[in-house]
């Protein structure tokens, strides 16, 4: 955002200061905690900011000529067509206005679609309706487990009081250690899901038989949440993702807690793993 509001134009600080105000996201995009996501929430800004000049500037001049030339002033309407210079501005004004938005946003574009060299490689798979995941690469690998909403069924049903993370709460959340590239595939098991955390600015399809993928770097570590974002089924709504940023040491932590997880469940399966070894794994 900072760099947007560098064009600044003279009436720009009132919509600024009504930004800075809505900091806390209830009135706009979740605050950015990635680099991708700071991109994205300047370009929405500078967007908005472009629409509200040209909304300003039209609508100004229509106010204007309606009340300045009105009949009962006695205004006669002019006749003339076809004035080169007028038509020439309003083709190369909408053009480059439509470049000054088009080259942050293929920017952005680019850099979202680059997830080489990443720290860690989580596979993220959509099932109706929960979330598995799979650490494939790097610090942790190995480690899976399944994501479901633990929100009480009670509080669905209306039979008792929501909680502040209503339908936003998963048993087993993802968990990353701060500053590091991850690196997101996703697929699904049954029908298109999407992987979508907003504070992030990551939105991937999940689609059975492919694999695609996205990637974040969060640079501050804390819980951030978000939901499927495809139309999946009858529980769309209840299939939300949790994601834990959290410093190198907790992070190694976790990775050993669920290493001895998987270890004791593994045990006492141990006479059937030989047959079926993808339980053991
Ligand atoms: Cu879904």
């Known amino acids: 955002m900072r760099h947007t509001t560098r064009a600044a134009l003279p009436f720009a600080t009132t919509f600024v200061a009504f930004t800075a105000s809505a900091s806390d996201a209830r009135y706009n995009l979740q605050t950015p905690v990635t680099g991708i996501a700071e991109q994205i929430h300047g370009m929405h800004m500078l967007m908005l900011l472009i629409c509200l000049v040209i909304f300003v500037a039209v609508f100004g001049v229509m106010f ?123 697929t699904a098991n049954d029908v298109i899901h999407s992987w979508w955390v907003p504070a992030f600015g990551v939105k991937q399809d999940a689609i059975p038989g492919f694999i695609r993928d996205t990637w974040f770097r969060a640079e501050q570590e804390g819980v951030y949440r978000g939901n499927c974002a495809e139309l999946c089924g009858k529980e769309h709504g209840f299939m939300p993702i949790e994601v834990h940023v959290v410093s190198a040491e907790k992070y190694a932590e976790w990775v050993a807690a669920q290493k001895k997880r998987m270890a004791e469940q593994a045990q006492p399966a141990a006479p059937q793993a030989s047959a079926n070894p993808a339980t053991a794994g």
Do not use: C
Request: proline share 6%.
């Open 64 to 186: 204007w000529s309606v009340f300045k030339h009105r009949k009962s002033k006695g205004a006669v309407a002019a006749h003339f067509h076809e004035n080169t210079a007028v038509e020439i501005a309003w083709t190369v004004v909408p053009v480059l206005i439509l470049l000054g938005m088009a080259y942050p946003a293929t920017k952005t574009v680019i850099a979202m679609k680059d997830t080489s060299n990443p720290d860690i490689t989580i596979k993220a798979t959509g099932y109706q309706w929960m979330w598995g995941y799979d650490y494939l690469k790097g610090e942790g690998e190995g480690v899976r487990f399944v994501s479901m909403m633990s929100t009480p069924r009670e509080q669905i049903e209306g039979a008792a009081a929501k909680g502040p993370n209503y339908l936003l709460e998963v048993d087993n959340p993802v968990v990353v250690p701060v500053g590091k590239k991850i690196r997101i595939l996703t």
